[in-house]
């Protein structure tokens, strides 16, 4: 992986798609940023990616993709990033206007345009999948595919993680093409088994509030919200903070140090009426008859490594 990757980055900020935004600008070459209907609708996500993108100081088009998933409908998540997605700060209203509606058009168009490109998805891979089916060449033409979402147990369900749960046939193309051989990279998964090591404890919100300015005092007011969310929503001292999901599939291609990976073969169940529609199948047996893996599943991280640099990257827009 190069020093500075070649980024698209495909998301639905939602707190923690907002720290992967600035993971990506701080240690990527971004190309640029996509959004979907997930966290929220589609329309407050490309609204917060624009104000992410103004915070930032950054100049990076900002596209608006799928306003609902493949074949189910949308479903947004307020009760843990609020109505508007990014609720919990007070947040410049963003001047510079969406690039595109069409943000399918601008990944198929990057990924032909340059070489090397990596799409990295941590929201509903609505986006993703719709990509790879209008460009038959896209999956060979790009470096690879680094997704938050799936895991071996779930949060929308006991089995599905909300990403995959909300778009299952989307997240069962991005799989497929993965395990047909087709992509032209890895396809890094990071699920919920390593992003729950990874919390924003009050002592990290407390290390990202002083830095100081107004980006890190509103991502500090942010996380707290999101912390206050998670930790709302699940038995008392089993949760120290939110788990920062989505910062991770930024890192694993960033800082692949820090991260512990397990080769796996996953599949997606997108059965109806399923108590398991949405889940993520790992392969863990060790048969020798098992499938080929198809992911590089992340399993572990150097969490107070990992946070440290999201400290940086904070610090280096600050
Ligand atoms: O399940 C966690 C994932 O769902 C994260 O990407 C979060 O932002 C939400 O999209
Ligand atoms: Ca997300």
């Known amino acids: 992986m190069p020093d500075r990757p070649l980024v ?42 624009r104000v992410m993108r103004e915070l930032l100081g950054v100049d990076v088009e900002v596209h608006a993709g799928a306003a609902r998933p493949l074949v189910a409908e949308a479903h ?28 399918v058009r601008f990944i198929v168009d990057t990924c032909r345009r340059n070489e090397g490109v990596t799409i990295v998805a941590t929201g509903p891979l609505t986006n993703v999948a719709l990509a790879l089916r209008a460009a038959p060449d896209l999956a060979g033409r790009i470096a690879g595919i680094s997704i938050m979402g799936g895991g071996s147990f779930g949060n929308r369900t006991p089995v599905a993680e909300f990403n995959i749960w909300a778009d299952p046939e989307a997240a069962a193309i991005v799989f497929h093409t993965a395990a047909a ?50 930790e709302g929503r699940h038995d ?8 920062m999901h989505d910062p991770l599939a930024v890192l694993a ?38 499938a080929a893996p198809n992911a590089r599943v992340l399993v572990d991280v150097d969490a107070d490594g990992a946070f440290a640099v999201l400290v940086d990257a904070v610090a280096s827009f600050s």
């Open 181 to 230: 051989g087709e992509l032209g990279g890895p396809l890094t998964m990071a699920g919920l088994d390593v992003t729950h090591r990874f919390q924003a404890t009050p002592d990290r919100i407390a290390a990202v509030d002083a830095i100081g300015g107004l980006l890190a005092r509103t991502l500090a007011d942010l996380l707290r919200f999101f912390s206050s969310a998670y």
């Open 8 to 49: 698209v980055l495909d998301c639905d900020p939602g707190h923690d798609d907002a720290l992967a935004m600035v993971v990506a600008a701080r240690f990527c070459d971004l190309a640029g940023v996509t959004t979907v209907a997930g966290n929220a609708p589609l329309s407050r996500t490309t609204y917060n990616a």
């Open 253 to 290: 291609l960033t800082h692949p140090h820090l991260f512990t990976v397990a080769e796996r073969h996953v599949t997606v169940e997108t059965a109806w009426g399923a108590s398991t529609r949405g889940m993520t199948v790992i392969d863990e047996r060790t048969l020798v008859e098992r």
């Open 76 to 103: 947004a998540a307020a009760s843990i990033h609020g109505a508007s997605g990014l609720d919990g700060a007070d947040l410049p209203a963003p001047s510079r206007p969406v690039d595109s509606e069409d943000a």
């Open 236 to 243: 008392p001292g089993t949760m120290a903070g939110a788990a």
